[in-house]
Structures are given as C-alpha cells and as structure tokens.
C-alpha cells in the first residue's frame, strides 16, 4: 500500500465532516516493515439492518485503518434506506457485499465469516466504529498459534453528539468471562480464525455475551490491550434502546441453564473485581 494511505482514494466525506473517519487516516507509515511472516490478515464482518444513517462512517472507520492485509466483508439485511447505496459507492473498497434479507444478525455474521479468509476475525455493527490505529494495535499483539481473545478499551457515543465516553476495560480470567462476570465489547475484540465458532442464530441480543463465553469456557484466554479500539453508539433505534427485554430474557435464560458452579465463578469474579478494580 502506498504510503499515502487511501484517504485521498476513497469518496469525499458529506459537508461538515471533519475529524476521524473523514479527514483524518492511520499513519501508513505504521506498517511500512512487515513483521517476520507479513501482516496477518484482519477480516472484518460488518452485520447491517436499516443503519444508513450510521453506516459511512463505520465503513471508513475500517478503511482508513490503512491496514496492508484487510478483509472487508459486509452482510446487509435487506435495508430499504440509502445503505445499499452506500455499499455501492464503497464497493471497489470492500471484499465482498451484500444487500437481502435474512434470519438476523447472527445469520449474517455467519454468512460473512464464512467467507473470512483472515487469521484475525473482527466484527463491527453497523452503527459503530474503530478508532485509529485499532488494526495496528490488535496485528502487534497477535501471535500465530496463540489462543486469544484480543479486546481493548472503547468510547460510548450518544447519536452524533461529539462527546465521547471512555470506557477502561481490565485484564481477566476466561472462568471471568465464562460465567458471565465478563462482558467483552464486540466493537473492541478479535480472536484467531482457528478458534471460531458459528454464532447462535436463536439469540437476538446476547450473541456476542454468548459467543465469548463459549470460546473463553473452551479455554480461550483474553489478553488485554490497554487502549481504546472502538467506539459504541447509543441511539433510539439501536438494539440496547428497542430490545431491552429481549435481553433480560435471553440472560435469564442462560442463567437457568448453567450448572451449579457457574454461578460460584460468577460470585468469585465479582468478588475479584471488587479488590482488584
């Protein structure tokens, strides 16, 4: 990749649009020596349903990562709004798209993840985003062979206010995320392509709650990066605002099902987390 970056490459941002993902790209310099054994390749899915007015800025958010070995893989659920559009217009920059329905989110994740490629797996909503220097951090920490959930800090950002909200994440055990005492941020982890597992098509809400707890109950270890990764945004029509309910339920359930000692790890990682904030 050109030390440039694609900044200039890609589409101008709207009028008005200044700062990160418009004006501003990670330094390709970043990755002008590749490691021993090259860049791993990152492959990003990215669900999408009726999120067009959010969607740019998560697609550029990827882009202009300027990451040397990128898999962009984008799942549309059929939006009636300009997303496909959208899509069309990024087209030349991503790996594969698609705009149809189907069965919910954690069907288009596993359409598009089956399709990955990559060494790393990532998935960012479509009304969320990365920070700069997300992919830089997460292919610096990565070792082949090592089974990890990667995930750092992020940002909550209330629709298109400007304000951001740091949110510091801690170092854990995987019993910590296993048990539910752990709760990962999808829009800030990545875990190795040889770990993955299909996500649960019957889940609405706690898919990513679910997914991580049975890698971490598979003895999949996470491993900290002491940085924010990427920002969540709160909005009316986003699932945290409409399916509250939807997610009390699911978590009940879960936690009916789950054996004795599960709810002893889960007592033991709050206690861990109350002499160890």
């Known amino acids: 990749m050109a ?16 700062g990160w993902p418009w004006t501003e790209q990670t330094d390709p310099a970043l990755f002008a020596t590749a490691p021993a054994g090259g860049w791993p390749r990152i492959s990003i899915v990215c669900p999408s349903f009726r999120q067009g007015r959010f969607i740019e800025e998560t697609i550029r958010s990827v882009l202009l990562q300027n990451y040397p070995a990128l898999e962009f893989i984008v799942m549309d659920g059929g939006s ?9 217009q990024y087209s030349p920059w991503l790996t594969h798209w698609e705009s149809q329905p189907d069965r919910g989110q954690s069907h288009a ?9 990559g ?7 479509s009304d969320d985003y990365y920070l700069p220097g997300a992919f830089a951090a997460i292919a610096g920490a990565y070792r082949p062979g090592r089974r990890a959930l990667y995930f750092g800090d992020w940002l909550e950002r209330i629709g298109d206010e400007p304000a951001l909200t740091l949110h510091r994440e801690r170092s854990c055990f995987a019993f910590q995320v296993a048990a539910g005492g752990r709760t990962l941020p ?16 019957a889940l609405r809400f706690t898919l990513d709650a679910e997914f991580f707890k049975r890698l971490t109950d598979g003895g999949i270890k996470p491993r900290h990066i002491p ?24 978590t009940a359930a879960w936690s009916r099902a789950q054996p004795w000692h599960i709810h002893w790890l889960w007592r033991l990682s709050r206690l861990l987390d109350r002499f160890h904030p």
């Open 80 to 88: 009636q709004d300009e997303t496909a559009a959208m899509l069309q």
């Open 119 to 125: 060494a790393l797996h990532g998935w960012i909503n």
């Open 186 to 201: 999808s829009h800030a982890t990545f875990w190795p392509a040889a770990v993955h597992q299909p996500f649960n098509e």
């Open 109 to 117: 994740l596993n359409k598009g993840f089956a399709r990955a490629t």
């Open 227 to 250: 940085q924010p990764l990427g920002v969540f945004r709160q909005h009316a029509a986003a699932k945290s605002s409409t399916i509250v309910d939807v997610a009390q339920a699911e």
């Open 3 to 18: 030390l440039k970056g694609l900044i200039a490459a890609l589409p101008p941002p709207p009028p008005g649009r200044r």
